[in-house]
């Protein structure tokens, strides 16, 4: 990791300056030199990539006084001070008030990258902590939007969680209402460009005649009509992010010009030759086979190819049945105080109804059946009359997914193997022999 990582130089002597600036690069060790406290502060922050090495002497502020402004910045950014031969007591000081270490002119090149090394190895590893601390806790952030305990959805938040800082498109292929721009949704506020807009575009819902102009932009006069200047949805998205919601229905025309967008990272808005250089993310959502429809020549396979760097498949509801009582009690605390109702029981036939249901509308139908539930209204409603499915389902399959997902469920509210065996009325040897069989965890 230090490689990636620079040294700042804060020296107001040219030649002193330039002559650590090349130490330090010959060995391969970026290095920017500034002359003066306030050039730094613009480039400083909590999080910077590097380490400091400034002169004890600086003009109108003192690298003490500067030490503790850094300091208090970010108090693990290593600081070397270079001092002259009557600052060795201030330079002591400078050591108890928390720098790094010191170099007392005049010194060898050899000597500075020696310093600066351990410097930055010391960096590196406070900087990797702190990166893994943040992986953490955007994984306890997933857990509480993405919502499910089912290994699929491990693998969704685990290829989210992995997937969020890089720079790789992605794209996301799911049943309707399995939640796909939720995802596109953490992806983006996971990375580092959730301080730029999120852009969502539904290519569905957009006439053709309108799409170029919409997504692309156009000048004033650019066709009739046009009176002013239009900013398009992908120039919007610049440094955040961009959701192609139904890819799949895009114009073959439009995805030519996407492509090229895509390929170049510039467009050029309709009516308008200059390019403008853009730097946003594209996550493209479908819930279509993009290679099978490409095959019938209803898709552009290179623009498949462009989108698909990085491809995350979301499971439909009826693939993990034992997230089904978890996702409706999420619902049903949401739906209730947005209604200012109260919440209703969760019983275990209302539960085995649930978990019975084939769930063709997935999660979005979940939340409506939850809001229904919690307004009185659920009479007729399918999922609370006879167990459905969207196809022809083998009874063996339909009882084990409903007993994994009872189980998981009664874990999750008991919290010890000896409680949910008592509330299930099962012998403690038998429950555990089925959380082994299903993979549960005990301590869920």
Same mark, same amino acid.
């Given at each position: 990791m230090?490689?990636?990582?620079?040294?700042l130089?804060i020296?107001?002597?040219?030649d002193?300056a330039?002559? +650590?600036e090349?130490?330090?690069?010959?060995?391969g060790? $970026?290095?920017? +030199?500034?002359?003066?406290?306030?050039?730094?502060?613009? @480039?400083l922050?909590?999080?910077?990539?590097?380490?400091?090495?400034?002169?004890?002497?600086?003009?109108?502020?003192?690298?003490?006084?500067?030490? @503790?402004e850094?300091?208090?910045?970010?108090?693990?950014?290593?600081?070397?001070?270079?001092?002259?031969?009557?600052?060795?007591?201030?330079?002591?000081?400078?050591?108890?008030?928390?720098?790094?270490?010191?170099?007392?002119?005049?010194?060898?090149?050899?000597?500075?990258?020696?310093?600066?090394?351990?410097?930055?190895?010391?960096?590196?590893?406070?900087? %990797?902590?702190?990166?893994?601390?943040?992986?953490?806790?955007?994984?306890?952030?997933?857990?509480?939007?993405?919502?499910?305990?089912?290994?699929?959805?491990?693998?969704? @938040?685990?290829?989210?969680?992995?997937?969020?800082?890089?720079?790789?498109?992605?794209?996301?292929?799911?049943?309707?209402g399995?939640?796909? %721009?939720?995802?596109?949704? =953490?992806?983006?506020?996971?990375?580092?460009?959730?301080?730029?807009?999120? /852009? $969502?575009?539904?290519?569905?819902?957009?006439?053709?005649?309108?799409?170029?102009?919409?997504?692309?932009?156009?000048?004033?006069?650019?066709?009739?009509? $046009?009176?002013?200047?239009?900013?398009?949805?992908?120039?919007?998205?610049?440094?955040?992010?961009?959701?192609?919601?139904?890819?799949?229905?895009?114009?073959?025309?439009?995805?030519?010009?996407?492509l090229?967008?895509?390929q170049e990272r510039?467009? %050029?808005?309709?009516?308008s030759?200059?390019?403008?250089?853009?730097?946003?993310?594209?996550?493209?959502a479908?819930?279509?086979?993009?290679?099978?429809? $490409?095959?019938?020549?209803?898709?552009?396979?290179?623009?498949?190819?462009?989108?698909?760097?990085?491809?995350l498949?979301?499971?439909?509801?009826?693939?993990?049945?034992?997230?089904?009582?978890?996702?409706? %009690?999420?619902?049903?605390?949401?739906?209730?105080a947005?209604?200012?109702?109260? /919440?209703?029981?969760?019983?275990?036939?209302?539960?085995?109804?649930?978990?019975?249901?084939?769930?063709?509308?997935?999660?979005?139908?979940?939340?409506?059946?939850?809001?229904? =539930?919690?307004?009185?209204?659920?009479?007729?409603?399918?999922?609370?009359?006879?167990?459905?499915?969207?196809?022809?389902?083998?009874?063996?399959?339909?009882?084990?997914?409903?007993?994994?997902?009872?189980?998981?469920?009664?874990?999750?509210?008991?919290?010890s193997?000896?409680?949910?065996?008592?509330?299930?009325?099962?012998a403690k040897?038998?429950?555990?022999?089925?959380?082994?069989?299903?993979?549960?965890?005990?301590?869920?």
């Open positions: 230090t490689e990636a990582l620079k040294v130089i020296e107001d002597d040219p002193v330039l002559g +650590c090349q130490a330090l690069q010959l060995e060790i $970026a290095a920017e +030199c500034v002359g003066s406290a306030e050039q730094a502060r613009r @480039r922050g909590p999080d910077f990539r590097g380490i400091v090495i400034s002169d004890i002497r600086l003009p109108k502020m003192d690298g003490m006084s500067f030490l @503790r850094i300091l208090g910045i970010d108090p693990e950014l290593p600081v070397v001070l270079i001092t002259g031969h009557g600052d060795i007591s201030m330079a002591v000081q400078a050591m108890k008030d928390g720098a790094h270490d010191f170099i007392q002119k005049p010194f060898a090149p050899e000597y500075l990258v020696e310093v600066v090394r351990r410097a930055l190895e010391k960096r590196s590893l406070v900087l %990797e902590v702190r990166d893994l601390r943040r992986q953490l806790e955007q994984r306890d952030q997933l857990e509480g939007r993405l919502i499910g305990r089912s290994l699929s959805m491990q693998k969704v @938040r685990s290829m989210v969680a992995g997937l969020a800082n890089s720079a790789a498109d992605v794209l996301i292929h799911g049943e309707t399995t939640g796909k %721009e939720l995802v596109a949704r =953490c992806l983006h506020e996971a990375s580092a460009r959730r301080h730029g807009n999120f /852009v $969502a575009i539904n290519c569905g819902g957009l006439p053709e005649t309108l799409f170029e102009s919409e997504i692309f932009g156009h000048e004033a006069g650019a066709y009739t009509g $046009a009176a002013k200047k239009r900013i398009g949805k992908i120039e919007h998205a610049n440094g955040g992010t961009l959701f192609l919601d139904e890819i799949e229905s895009m114009p073959l025309a439009m995805q030519v010009k996407l090229r967008v895509l510039t467009l %050029e808005r309709l009516g030759n200059t390019p403008i250089p853009i730097d946003c993310r594209v996550i493209a479908t819930k279509t086979d993009l290679v099978e429809l $490409a095959a019938k020549g209803g898709f552009r396979s290179d623009l498949y190819y462009r989108l698909s760097v990085a491809t498949d979301l499971p439909p509801l009826r693939e993990r049945r034992e997230d089904i009582p978890l996702l409706f %009690e999420h619902f049903i605390l949401q739906s209730a947005r209604h200012q109702r109260q /919440v209703p029981e969760m019983t275990p036939g209302r539960i085995s109804q649930l978990v019975g249901y084939g769930w063709p509308g997935n999660i979005r139908e979940l939340r409506n059946v939850a809001d229904r =539930c919690v307004l009185g209204i659920e009479s007729g409603s399918p999922p609370f009359g006879q167990p459905q499915t969207d196809g022809p389902t083998p009874l063996a399959e339909t009882v084990e997914a409903f007993e994994r997902a009872l189980i998981a469920d009664a874990l999750r509210r008991h919290g193997l000896a409680r949910t065996a008592e509330a299930l009325a099962v040897t038998t429950l555990h022999d089925k959380i082994k069989k299903y993979g549960l965890d005990e301590s869920s």
